[in-house]
């Protein structure tokens, strides 16, 4: 931190020749923040990634991307009043470590992949695989725990030293703060709830997610890439797995603790939480859609009739796509390979995890509210 | 003269009537250390060289299992000064920063938890990259998986603990999902649906699911004392046992996975 600050004053002395540029600059990351930019690019970067993992993963390339992203990331903390706020706030600090430290993980799992995949088109032995005899786990083992043990002391006390655990007023009950978060790890869960109900975001999906990662190994019968690191030998089981966690787990946790305000209202990095903003709330219903914009009448009474356009897509969504989808020939392969339930089970997890980005795409381009609307049993998807 | 004092010690009755073997120099002595020694034990005593590797296993279980007892230990300080009662909650806490020499437990427990949320994914990362859930793993992958969401419950029940304003709306919000539980909660799909005959509804807002997880409609006394209980006493000895299945299972299961 110290050692930035010269290159923090040197940007705010330039910023001072043309507090303009650094206002531009400003202005145009808070206008590509928002989820429908962001996200999507996000996911860009992601699959470039891992397209490219053998390239970006070099030493000499990682770092410095690494050194550079450190320095931007810290630089804005004197240069932004609203941005530092957000990354100074005790509760706040677990994300910015949790940012470096799945980025530092990912790059250190990807480079050994790397290396691995690549040792194996030329017939070279895994990096995994010993030679030597086993080794005695005193001392070998024993004194890397202890100095790991030792470590992680030291950094949670200095942590504790420097930083003071948050308490704010005494609990009243008549007075919500604005906005009201759940505890940071829950909040990827809090952002799903911008585009699903409660019973959605905070039942359904998480407990899938459990019954998903349960289920797992029984699911993935790849029999390759078991005890070391590769990607090239589980390419869909790590790029799904790696989407869901990154990108719909990660990513939203960083946009929930960062970048929700007041009335869960989005504010991009540089942006001052403004209390008193209304965003306008224009969404549709699927039905409105297909009734009212559509053939121009109005709603049917009849609960089903009403919503059929949607139950369809759910139906299709949930129950016939797994089914379509093996006629792609990977899936087919995919089909053949693990048999009737597994591969049901797979696919159906599969397309309910993506129902949430294809959801997010609809309220991007059509304020899609629900698929399908039944207030009257609190059925709303 | 300073050698002289150690091996006085080492040779004393009360010093070899703990450890039973050598200093560990030598193949025999090592083994012993780790075989006569009952946390030590916990380990095999040789290991694949790879496996150990701390590029391989990032050391990430290790540490959210340190850092468990850490939260333990800092835990077990804490309940000393502090009374579930909405009364005196938040006070205390307040005492506990005023009054404690060196009084920083509070810290170490709430950012050894976040710590221990972020060593926890990093784990099941890595165990995923590593492809290690494969067979024989895919239980203890399971076993992994319960251990993920009870992390994750103790620090969220935790976080009631301080009964300021971060903490009741916190929980409030948690709650709210759990009101919206399909069949289960008064704001669920369904629920409206469940009748006896009669038109008696089966869940009511004293019988669904946020009631059981706040003992009351709103976050306040009940809530404080469950989330209390849960989070001192259920959660931990369930995680404890769950994590002492998970390190035998490991040994069962043939040690760190490594290529065949
Ligand atoms: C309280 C939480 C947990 C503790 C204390 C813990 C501890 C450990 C430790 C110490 C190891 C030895 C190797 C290593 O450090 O990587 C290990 C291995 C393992 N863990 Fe965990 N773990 C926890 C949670 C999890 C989770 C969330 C998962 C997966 C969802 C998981 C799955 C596994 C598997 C499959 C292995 C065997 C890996 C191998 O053989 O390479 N564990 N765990």
Redesign the pocket.
């Known amino acids: 931190m110290i050692s930035l600050l010269p290159i923090s004053s040197l940007l705010l002395a330039a910023g001072e020749v043309n507090i303009t540029a650094l206002d531009k600059f400003k202005d145009f990351v808070n206008r590509w923040s928002v989820p429908q930019y962001s996200l999507p690019l996000f996911c860009i970067i992601m699959f470039a990634a891992f397209i490219w993992y053998r390239k970006w993963t070099k030493p000499i390339v990682f770092w410095p991307l690494m050194l550079g992203f450190t320095v931007v990331y810290f630089a804005f903390i004197p240069l932004d009043e609203s941005y530092a706020s957000i990354l100074k706030k005790p509760d706040n600090v677990p994300i910015t470590m949790m940012i470096f430290l799945t980025l530092y993980f990912l790059w250190l799992g990807l480079r050994q992949a790397a290396i691995n995949d690549e040792n194996m088109e030329i017939g070279k032995p895994l990096i995994e695989e010993d030679r030597e005899d086993k080794v005695l786990c005193w001392p070998d083992l024993v004194y890397t725990e202890l100095l790991a043990m030792v470590l992680c002391t030291v950094v949670l006390i200095v942590w504790s030293v420097l930083l003071k655990a948050p308490l704010e007023s005494p609990a009243n009950p008549a007075g919500p703060p604005n906005p009201s978060k759940a505890p940071w790890y829950f909040l990827g869960l809090q952002e799903l709830l911008v585009y699903f109900d409660p019973w959605m975001a905070g039942v359904v999906l998480p407990g899938l997610i459990i019954l998903g990662?349960a289920a797992m190994p029984y699911i993935d019968t790849n029999p390759k890439g078991n005890?070391y690191y590769t990607f090239k030998e589980r390419r869909f089981a790590i790029l799904t797995w790696m989407f869901g966690y990154l990108i719909l787990w990660c990513v939203l946790i960083v946009f929930g603790t960062f970048l929700r305000g007041p009335n869960w209202n989005f504010f991009g990095p540089f942006q001052v939480w403004d209390p008193y903003r209304v965003d306008p709330l224009t969404n549709i219903n699927i039905s409105d859609v297909w009734y009212v914009v559509l053939l121009g009448g109005k709603l049917p009474d009849n609960l089903l009739v009403r919503e059929w356009p949607g139950l369809l897509f759910t139906f299709f969504w949930l129950c016939v796509l797994p089914v379509l989808m093996t006629k792609i020939g990977f899936f087919g392969r995919l089909r053949a390979q693990m048999g009737f339930s597994r591969y049901y089970l797979m696919a159906v997890l599969f397309v309910i995890m993506m129902l949430v980005p294809v959801k997010m795409v609809g309220r991007w381009t059509f304020n899609l509210k629900y698929i399908i609307a039944m207030p009257e049993i609190n059925f709303n998807l | 003269m300073i050698q002289g004092v150690i091996n006085s010690i080492r040779e004393s009755q009360v010093w070899s009537s703990i450890f039973r073997h050598g200093i560990p120099r030598d193949r025999r002595t090592r083994v012993m250390a780790i075989m006569s020694n009952v946390f030590l034990h916990l380990h095999p005593v040789a290991v694949r060289k790879s496996?150990i590797r701390l590029s391989f296993?990032?050391?990430?279980?290790?540490l959210?299992?340190f850092l468990?007892i850490a939260e333990t230990i800092s835990g077990v300080l804490l309940m000393f000064y502090y009374r579930p009662v909405v009364e005196y909650a938040y006070s205390d806490i307040i005492g506990m920063r005023a009054h404690l020499t060196l009084g920083i437990m509070r810290e170490i427990h709430r950012w050894g938890a976040h710590a221990?949320i972020i060593s926890?994914w990093l784990?099941?990362m890595?165990?995923?990259l590593?492809g290690?859930?494969k067979p024989p793993?895919e239980f203890?992958?399971v076993?992994?998986?319960i251990?993920?969401v009870?992390?994750m419950l103790l620090s969220f029940t935790g976080y009631l603990l301080p009964w300021d304003q971060l903490a009741i709306w916190a929980i409030t919000v948690g709650s709210k999902m759990a009101e919206a539980t399909p069949f289960a909660g008064m704001a669920g799909p369904g629920t409206e649906l469940l009748q006896l005959p009669g038109g008696i509804p089966i869940v009511t807002p004293y019988s669904d699911a946020k009631f059981l997880l706040l003992g009351g409609e709103s976050v306040g006394e009940a809530a404080l004392l469950r989330f209390y209980v849960l989070h001192c006493i259920a959660i931990p000895l369930g995680?404890a046992t769950?994590?002492a299945v998970?390190?035998w299972r490991?040994r069962k299961?043939g040690?760190?996975?490594?290529p065949m």
């Open positions: 990662l005890g | 496996g296993t990032w050391c990430m279980g290790g959210t299992f468990f221990m926890v784990h099941m890595r165990v995923f590593t290690s859930y793993r203890n992958w076993v992994g998986v251990l993920l009870l992390t995680a769950l994590i998970h390190f490991i299961d040690g760190i996975s490594g």
